[in-house]
């Protein structure tokens, strides 16, 4: 069969590679089908262009895939209806963590013909198998299908065991001299970067997460290191980003994957998603040697009656400790703090205000948003149950309509006074990074002039 898959743009100057869509492509290529690719993204066509692109080519399938938020869910909007503008529409498909967990109301409001609930590489391969043989959708697991208004929503897909045994992203298929200019935390201009996932899921509840599959898959460090001698070989990738949610899974595999790239001698730098429940100084010093530059930590809070409520398994000691490793090994942390749960109040939000001015070294701009109850997530089920919250459709058309404004107030606060108190928070946290940014630029002023620094490449060097 012909398949189009759609990455959406979503007016990044610097895309992020569509990792999802590029494994479904892996799998359909495959098993013989014919794969094609349209990068909204990198093009920045507007939705029409997509109208005219089905119009003039003729496919069989056309597939997209977003996450949850307000911006995707739109956009995805946007794009259904160019594509059922089409006098040449194909079977359309919608898949990712977006449309999982509510795949009835994603069916109805995009008028895509089936939704893929979570893992889509086996799923899909089957999919196209029934739709070859014109066979009927109702034995198809991890799928949900629409016949007029009725939707239908099948048996759950299991999880693929081994995810070894599923082929690379089909980066031939996609613009990777784009891709590989984005840039990451301790880039060297000269650094092309590239996302490459070590495992799948995490060993964590958070009750702010929509991930619906449970459990942690890692991939094996040879089959790892595989994937990106190749990336290093074909597109001279230098900085490897891990973007699964969870590299650091445990103490035991963290340092069994560093000792591998060690070993191999992989000679890239990379950055990560940790826990610092596991962020000891043994295993933080044999990161670094590996090429580890970089450590994306999510604390979501500093106060631990709100770190329990949230189901973080973190207390303020073990993260404070965690983070004073890291930066004594000469890692950056990335801070990630959010508020709103349940239990916050202005106090728990200046807790995380301080804590990041006291340890930010100031590799990232960093803010504080809102906890968004996505659905998929527990906190989203809380809302509904409290009658904070209707349903999807409240959610998405009502609730979320920005990443950084209130979709659901669990606190005692009024919106106004939520809303007021993290114009101040954040203020502080920009005030400071960009006078951390006028500290340095003084101190290279200083270096040069008063210390003749004959490497300075120009104030306006990028």
């Known amino acids: 069969m012909r398949v189009l898959l759609v990455v959406y743009d979503d007016s990044a100057y610097i895309h992020w590679f569509p990792q999802g869509l590029a494994y479904i492509a892996a799998v359909l290529l495959k098993e013989g089908h014919e794969v094609q690719v349209y990068s909204q993204d990198k093009c920045h066509y507007p939705d029409e262009h997509l109208t005219a692109y089905l119009d003039q080519n003729k496919y069989d399938v056309v597939g997209v895939s977003v996450i949850a938020g307000y911006y995707q869910y739109r956009k995805l909007l946007k794009i259904s209806e160019a594509i059922n503008r089409s006098k040449n529409r194909p079977f359309y498909i919608i898949g990712g963590h977006g449309p999982a967990p509510e795949a009835e109301f994603f069916l109805k409001k995009t008028q895509a013909d089936v939704a893929v609930i979570g893992e889509g590489e086996l799923t899909v391969v089957e999919l196209l198998e029934a739709l070859t043989d014109k066979k ?3 034995n198809i697991k991890g799928i949900a299908y629409r016949m007029g208004d009725r939707v239908t929503i099948n048996e759950r897909r299991g999880l693929i065991k081994d ?3 599923i082929p690379f992203p089909a980066y031939a298929l996609f613009p990777i001299e784009y891709y590989r200019l984005l840039r990451a935390p301790h880039n060297k201009n000269v650094d092309f970067s590239m996302p490459v996932l070590s495992g799948r899921g995490c060993t964590f509840t958070c009750n702010f997460c929509y991930r619906l599959d449970e459990g942690f898959r890692p991939r094996s460090p040879q089959n ?48 990560c998603n940790g826990r610092l429940n596991y ?19 999510g604390i979501e809070a500093m106060d631990d009656r709100i770190l329990k409520n949230m189901k973080k398994s973190l207390t303020v000691e073990i993260i404070i400790k965690g983070i004073e490793a890291t930066l004594k090994e000469g890692i950056s942390p990335g801070f990630n703090i959010i508020f709103g749960n349940i239990g916050e109040n202005k106090e728990t939000l200046n807790k995380g205000v301080e804590f990041l001015l006291k340890y930010d070294d100031g590799s990232q701009m960093r803010t504080i948003r809102p906890v968004t109850p996505y659905p998929g997530s527990p906190l989203y089920y809380y809302a509904i149950e409290k009658g904070l919250l209707k349903d999807c459709e409240d959610f998405y058309e009502n ?11 669990f606190t005692d606060m009024s919106d106004d006074e939520f809303h007021r108190s993290l114009l101040e928070a954040n203020t502080r946290l920009i005030s400071n990074y960009y006078q951390k940014r006028l500290s340095s630029t003084i101190r290279q002023m200083e270096e ?3 210390q003749k620094n004959a490497n300075f490449r120009g104030f306006r060097h990028v």
């Open 136 to 138: 009927p959708l109702n």
């Open 163 to 165: 995810i070894d045994t």
């Open 224 to 271: 790892i290191v595989e994937e990106i001698e190749f990336l290093k070989k074909t597109y001279n990738i230098t900085y490897i980003i891990f973007s699964d949610e969870l590299m650091m899974s445990s103490i035991e595999r963290t340092m069994t994957l560093c000792n591998y790239f060690i070993e191999k001698k992989l000679n890239v730098r990379w950055d």
């Open 279 to 297: 962020a000891k100084p043994d295993v933080l010093k044999l990161m670094k040697k590996a090429g580890c530059v970089f450590i994306n930590y």
């Open 399 to 409: 609730k979320h309509i920005n990443s950084d404004l209130l979709a659901i107030n």
């Open 448 to 450: 040069l002039y008063l």
